[in-house]
């Protein structure tokens, strides 16, 4: 283990020219090597398909060449046979000799022969024609048996003619190619081709071509190679993939792989010589047009990274030269030199707005610095500023700390607070820089002027990282004068109390001796509020009783003439009753006994609707009801209290429609109290007045109801306290001030709504009440309202 500290790893930093130059070369590789993987990935397999089509072209002309070629040899033996057949049996070996030519093995013509070979139907060579220099060995060759040939055993089947490149030749025994026919008698004519023949014949096929072709036969046997070797007659491919998928008949794979490299095989077969041909064209690498093309893109590439590697630092360093000088001009700036000197600009329009962008905020940073400055010496809190690597020395303090401690600026910046001897407590220092540390408020302290006077302050100190290092920034502010303000309020608390003491005994006492009148007091205010309640009533029933005087008195003068007309039809009957009589009875008893019930209706329905206002009044009863049905009642109750009097009530109020689950009797005694305060109040001294009374549904679902009036209204400095108890205008007169105040809590606690006024002095008043549908379940039946 290294005894050294291993550096933590820190990234590279490299000059904009250096980062330009690589991002030009980098863009200049990455571009050409774009566009030659794209080129590359569009061109190679087009040339594999262009060479396996050749490929395909030059096997299927290979095919059609050789079988070409056995036509022809087919021919010749054909003519040979009928020459023969119609020439005497002396003279075959010179008929085959004609055939043969004078070739031997010429090389390059693949029409020449090396040997003819007429064999019998018991496998006898007959006859021979041989070229002129191996006409000695012809004596040699009659006579042979060649049943046991591979050649001749393929005519066992229903065969005229055969094929072999195999075949060894009779002369030399290297290998040859072969080619026999079987005639009519059952005599096979046997030709010997140059083997140098046939593979030129194959060479031209292929010629040029970088594409391999083999002809094999059915048992997998190499019989031919379009580039020679010595693997002809010896390699065997029958246990190959290739090789099985052809002999079973099946679609081989586009691709094989022999000797450790991949080739595209194309196959093409000859029914008629029995042989295989594969065409053999190199894949991907191996193959020299895809090899020359990726070369010629590597070579691209280099002369691209070449031309870059050139270019690249001129053009970066023309670049990055502009952006130098700004920084270079921000430097200055950022120093306070040459601050109104223009910045430099080039032909980079990003340059030039960096330049511009960099000139407006060197501008604002110095109007924010002078704003700050401005700030911190307009501060009536004295401040200072140290400076926590230079041993807390000033580097700045405001007006108000200079005329706090009656110091003068210059002779303190540059000199720490102990220099200056501000501590009167030397413990202190070392407090404010520890709680400094952690953000926190010193506290008090007591501190130094430059005169030798002392001031208490609260001191506030804490740390900051400014541009021009570690920064401690403390303020304080002078609480002697606090502190001595608060010991005197302190004194005076001490005198409060006392006082407050002995005041509350004194108004526990009062207290004390108010409390039974007080209480005597609402005792008394319950009985007015009741005594008004019988009022009200008693006003009711006499009203209710001069009004049912007048149907009362109608319906006994109308029973005092049904009893006289009986009275005189009973005195008329001992002197015998007329038809007319009789019938004048009846008229006159029918006419009374109308006018009475009449009279007597009225007069119960006068009663009902004082029955049921008194019983409505007098008890919290809860019910649904119509508010015209409640309205109606209150007329009828007391229009008699108007009568013969200059007073109207006209009433505007639905008989349906507005209908309310609440208390009638609490309504209708809030009615009864605003008419009867209209009457007392509005109409006195007057020969006229209307009350007015209409009621409708507002817009939030609750109910109106108004009562008004065109008598003198309400003076302006009573409105705002009519609805306080007692208050009232006709004190020692009978008013006691109670009903408007009992209306509205009515309204208020009960109903569970609003009383309100408006009035004009000397035009009217108009009260209106706001009630909800529903009133509040707080009231128990029958309790006392």
Not at 121 to 142: K, M, S
Not at 263 to 292: C, K, M, Q
């Amino acid at each position: 283990m290294s005894s050294r500290t291993s550096r933590p790893w820190r990234r590279p930093v490299l000059r904009l020219r250096s980062h330009l130059a690589a991002l030009l070369v980098a863009a200049t590789l990455l571009s050409f090597a774009l566009v030659a993987v794209a080129l590359l990935a569009y061109r190679i397999p087009g040339i594999e398909a262009e060479s396996r089509l050749v490929q395909a072209h030059a096997v299927e002309a290979m095919r059609k060449r050789l079988e070409s070629l056995l036509q022809r040899h087919r021919g010749r033996l054909a003519l040979l046979e009928q020459v023969i057949d119609a020439a005497p049996q002396a003279d075959a070996n010179a008929v085959l000799d004609s055939g043969v030519g004078t070739g031997g093995d010429s090389g390059g013509d693949s029409d020449a022969l090396r040997a003819l070979y007429r064999v019998s139907a018991q496998g006898r060579i007959t006859a021979v024609g041989l070229p002129a220099p191996l006409r000695a060995q012809r004596e040699d060759l009659l006579g042979n048996d060649m049943s046991g040939n591979p050649l001749l055993r393929a005519f066992d089947g229903p065969v005229d003619a055969a094929w072999s490149v195999l075949y060894p030749s009779l002369l030399n025994g290297e290998p040859s190619a072969a080619v026999a026919r079987r005639d009519a008698h059952g005599d096979v004519l046997v030709a010997e081709l140059p083997l140098a023949a046939l593979l030129d014949a194959i060479r031209v096929v292929a010629e040029a071509r970088s594409s391999t072709i083999w002809v094999v036969d059915r048992a997998g046997v190499l019989v031919a190679d379009s580039r020679g070797g010595a693997d002809i007659g010896r390699l065997n491919i029958h246990d190959l993939p290739l090789m099985q998928a052809l002999l079973q008949g099946q679609v081989p794979a586009e691709r094989m792989r022999m000797e450790g490299s991949w080739f595209h095989a194309t196959v093409s077969y000859s029914p008629a010589l029995g042989w295989f041909f594969i065409g053999r064209v190199p894949s991907g690498w191996a193959n020299p047009e895809v090899r020359d093309t990726v070369l010629s893109a590597v070579v691209g590439a280099a002369g691209a990274l070449a031309v870059a590697l050139l270019v690249a630092p001129l053009w970066a360093r023309r670049i990055a030269r502009p952006l130098g000088r700004i920084i270079a001009r921000a430097d200055r700036s950022a120093s306070g030199e040459n601050a109104a000197l223009p910045w430099p600009r080039g032909s980079v329009a990003e340059f030039n707005r960096l330049a511009d962008e960099l000139g407006s905020l060197t501008a604002a940073v110095h109007a924010r610095e002078r704003k700050s400055q401005a700030i911190f010496h307009a501060s009536p809190v004295p401040m200072a500023v140290a400076d926590v690597a230079d041993g807390y020395r000033l580097v700045d303090v405001n007006h108000a700390w200079c005329e706090e401690f009656r110091f003068r600026r210059e002779d303190v910046l540059g000199r720490s607070s102990l220099e200056l001897g501000l501590w009167v407590d030397a413990s202190d220092p070392v407090a404010l820089r520890r709680h400094a540390e952690r953000g926190e408020s010193i506290g008090e302290v007591w501190l130094r002027r430059s005169d030798g006077t002392t001031m208490q302050v609260h001191l506030h100190a804490k740390r900051a990282q400014l541009p021009g290092g570690l920064r401690t920034i403390w303020a304080c502010v002078d609480v002697g004068p606090l502190r001595r303000g608060e010991q005197e309020l302190r004194e005076l608390n001490q005198q409060l109390e006392e006082r407050v003491q002995r005041r509350t005994a004194d108004l526990a006492q009062a207290n004390a001796e108010l409390s039974q009148p007080v209480q005597q007091l609402r005792v008394a205010q319950g009985e007015l509020v009741r005594a008004d309640k019988m009022a009200a009533l008693g006003g009711l029933v006499a009203g209710v009783a001069h009004e049912i005087k007048t149907p009362l008195g109608n319906g006994m003068v109308a029973v005092d003439a049904m009893a006289d007309a009986v009275r005189g039809f009973q005195a008329a009957m001992p002197a015998g009753v007329r038809r007319g009589d009789l019938q004048q009875l009846v008229d006159r008893l029918a006419q009374g006994t109308d006018l009475a019930e009449r009279n007597m209706r009225r007069a119960s329905e006068l009663v009902q609707s004082f029955k049921q206002v008194a019983v409505d009044q007098t008890s919290a009863q809860r019910r649904s009801f119509e508010i015209g049905e409640v309205v109606r009642e209150m007329v009828v109750t007391l229009r008699p209290s108007f009568a013969g009097q200059p007073w109207r009530i006209e009433t505007d109020v639905a008989a349906s429609g507005l209908q309310l689950d609440s208390y009638p009797g609490a309504l209708g005694q809030v009615l009864g109290n605003l008419i009867q305060n209209a009457v007392l109040h509005g109409f006195a001294g007057r020969a006229h007045g209307t009350v007015r009374i209409t009621a409708g549904r507002g817009e939030d679902g609750r109910i109106w109801l108004r009562v008004a009036d065109d008598g003198h209204g309400i003076a302006a400095a009573h409105i705002g306290r009519i609805f306080d108890p007692f208050m009232t205008t006709r004190m020692g007169s009978g008013g006691t001030g109670l009903g408007l105040h009992i209306s509205q809590n009515a309204v208020t606690s009960l109903l569970g709504g609003t009383l309100t006024v408006t009035s004009t002095e000397g035009e009217g008043t108009c009260f209106e009440l706001r009630l909800p549908v529903q009133a509040p379940e707080h009231v128990p039946a029958g309790e006392e309202v």
